[in-house]
């Protein structure tokens, strides 16, 4: 088991957030949390990364790193696309990068060139880009510049915080095509999100927060009644299995 | 006042604005990076310039032992928070009583010798820009996660106790350093003495030693990075803390080279860092505390300012420099609110 998190707890000023967590991610796996807004998931995020103070277990590859800061567990190999992508707004496409990989800084330029030339052919539009600042990208090339950034420092897991918020459908419909290709080399995904639909069909395993508490879990949600009722919607649930969604009529 | 003068008076103005400039760029480093006014940068350019001074008399300056203190307390503040970890000690010790093991004994050794004044100026810096990242460790570092108003006053309870530390160590008495070169030149109807060179061509080889940094290197751009997203920064492995501990120490640097250029300007008591830092400051809130260009024209503006109205109404010299910046706050208040960075 990669990544693992027992009876986790984070509270704000004594009222809890999120209570008693457990959730894990393997090896090459898509693990995704969905539920309402206001149910915790990107709460869950920051205390799995470090940013926020919580009681329980974290473990990652058979260490514990609850203790860890998060520079620390960005070393250990998890990386965190945060919902606020969290850009260096005022500098340029590829000055983003390049500090995707200062964790890999003892490698030299070269090595973080190459990465780059990577990250620019699973993200295209980001080359074209390249000179311009981070500020001035639309909203999807900034999630790629976020997640570009995250993989550049070639994480084991990685999480992502909603990386669909406030994208154009066939732009989503593309990341998530490119998450589940990172999948394949073996990365561990754990993939919060409130795009239900999108997230359960490239997730091998889900849960579902609801009020701070995992309330369902499992590997094929996507055909649980309680799901399709409550996140799919009755109608739209007949576009999941094979047929191709549905084509928005402008990107 | 005709234009001759007017001339001269800028040409003080450029002087003390160019001191002013590297007071600004440093402040607003480390706000941007840690949200630190930082305060106490007046009394390190007066601990450099007094360190200088007594250096170059041939005495041992009071002041290295001010950093052995702050080294061993900061020291035992890096200890204690890494109890958990225990994997830092050496980078602690060494970055915190590196400074002073090496300072002290040399400083001990030479000062009765009368190093000349390039030796007494390197080690005036090498001194007092430790002191500014041991501040960091012991009274900012703790605080990281405090509010601005909170970090401001932890800045003004560090200058306290500098002041007093200051009073203790170099006595009430003020001194003025020895030029670098007592040489002038004549421009038409300008004589610009040498220390005025000197001043110009250190500021301006600070400035782009600066831009190169922040514009070329990783660690540069890591210290932008931590100033325009700290949790972006730190989500990329840029520690916060360590970021921290650079943008004091490039201040420490600024401010101790600053303090060893301006002693030989004019008389320098223990307390004298306080207006030289508070221009610097003007100009820095005036530049609005983020932009680095903006910041050094206000600073040769500040200086400008200053040298006129010394030569119009002396009496009231600081009173216009303090009032001129209302205006500017006020335009700027009007133009809208700084923009908070995180999208």
Same mark, same amino acid.
């Given at each position: 088991?990669?990544? %693992? ?45 470090? *940013? ?35 850009? $260096? ?43 311009? @600042? ?22 084991? !897991?990685?999480? #992502? ?10 732009? &989503? ?18 993939? *919060?999100?409130?795009?239900? %639909? ?6 091998? =395993?889900? =849960? ?7 309330? #369902? ?24 299995? /094979? ?9 | ?21 590297? #007071? ?6 480390? $706000? ?14 007066? $601990?450099?310039?007094?360190? =200088? ?12 032992? @001010? ?22 000690? +050496? ?12 300072? &002290?004994?040399?400083?001990?050794? #030479? ?11 390197? @080690? ?10 041991? @501040? ?27 002041? +007093? ?76 803390? /360590?970021?921290? %501990? !650079? ?32 221009? +610097? $400051? ?45 205006? *500017? ?15």
């Amino acid at each position: 088991m990669m990544f %693992r998190v027992a009876g986790l707890s984070v509270s704000y000023g004594g009222v809890a957030a999120v209570q008693d967590i457990s959730l894990h991610v393997e090896a090459g796996s898509i693990a995704a949390v969905i539920g309402p807004n206001g149910a915790g998931k990107t709460t869950l995020l920051n205390a799995a990364m470090g *940013v926020l103070p919580s009681t329980g277990t974290i473990e990652f590859d058979g260490t514990s790193i609850h203790a860890m800061d998060i520079e620390t567990r960005v070393a250990a190999g998890i990386s965190l696309v945060p919902e606020l992508r969290n850009l $260096f707004s005022t500098m340029s496409v590829a000055d983003n990068l390049r500090l995707g990989a200062y964790r890999l800084r003892r490698e030299g330029s070269a090595a973080a060139a190459r990465a780059m030339d990577e990250i620019f052919e699973t993200f295209p539009p980001l080359q074209r880009r390249k000179e311009q @600042l981070a500020g001035t990208l639309s909203g999807g090339e900034r999630q790629m510049l976020a997640m570009g950034r995250a993989l550049m420092a070639r994480p084991k !897991l990685l999480m #992502l915080d909603e990386p669909s918020l406030g994208l154009a459908p066939l732009i &989503v419909r593309d990341l998530f095509a490119i998450v589940s290709q990172l999948r394949a080399t073996g990365v561990g995904i754990l993939l *919060v999100e409130q795009n239900a %639909r999108a997230a359960l069909r490239i997730a091998d =395993y889900a =849960y579902v927060l609801e009020t701070g508490r995992i309330t #369902l879990e499992g590997t094929d949600l996507a055909d649980d009644p309680r799901i399709v009722e409550k996140y799919l919607g009755q109608k739209e649930s007949k576009s999941l299995g /094979g047929a191709p969604p549905p084509k928005p009529r402008h990107p | 006042m005709d234009a001759s003068i007017l001339l001269i008076l800028v040409q003080d103005g450029l002087v003390n604005g160019a001191i002013y400039a590297l #007071l600004a760029l440093s402040l607003v480093l480390v $706000f941007t990076v840690t949200r630190v006014l930082f305060i106490p940068q007046g009394e390190l350019v007066a $601990f450099a310039a007094l360190t =200088y001074s007594t250096l170059a008399e041939g005495h041992v300056p009071a002041s290295i032992f @001010l950093l052995a203190g702050l080294g061993a307390t900061a020291c035992l503040r890096g200890l204690w928070d890494a109890r958990a970890t225990r994997n830092k000690y +050496g980078k602690i010790l060494f970055g915190t009583l590196g400074p002073p093991a090496v300072v &002290v004994p040399l400083t001990l050794w #030479l000062a009765p010798r009368h190093p000349g004044l390039a030796v007494s100026a390197l @080690l005036a810096v090498a001194t007092v820009a430790p002191m500014a990242p041991a @501040l960091y460790r012991i009274a900012f570092a703790p605080l990281a996660s405090a509010s601005i108003l909170t970090l401001l006053i932890a800045a003004v309870s560090v200058r306290f106790a500098m002041v +007093g530390i200051g009073l203790v160590i170099f006595g009430p008495e003020g001194t003025r350093g020895i030029g670098f070169s007592d040489a002038f030149f004549t421009v038409g109807p300008l004589t610009i003495p040498g220390q005025a060179i000197w001043i110009w061509i250190v500021t301006f080889a600070l400035m782009l030693a600066l831009a190169i940094f922040f514009g070329r290197t990783l660690i540069g751009r890591a210290l932008r990075a931590t100033a325009i997203n700290r949790l972006g920064a730190q989500l990329v492995g840029i520690p916060a803390e /360590g970021a921290g %501990r !650079l943008a004091f120490t490039l201040a420490g640097a600024i401010g101790a080279i600053s303090g060893v250029l301006v002693a030989p300007l004019t008389t320098i008591y223990y307390d004298t860092g306080f207006l030289i830092g508070l221009k +610097g $400051f003007v100009a820095a809130i005036a530049g609005g505390l983020v932009g680095y260009p903006a910041a050094v024209i206000a600073a040769l503006a500040v200086g400008i300012v200053e040298s006129v109205s010394s030569f119009w109404a002396s009496a009231y010299k600081e009173v216009i420099v303090f009032t001129a910046v209302l205006p *500017v706050l006020l335009v700027r208040s009007l133009l809208g609110p700084p923009s908070e960075h995180d999208e």
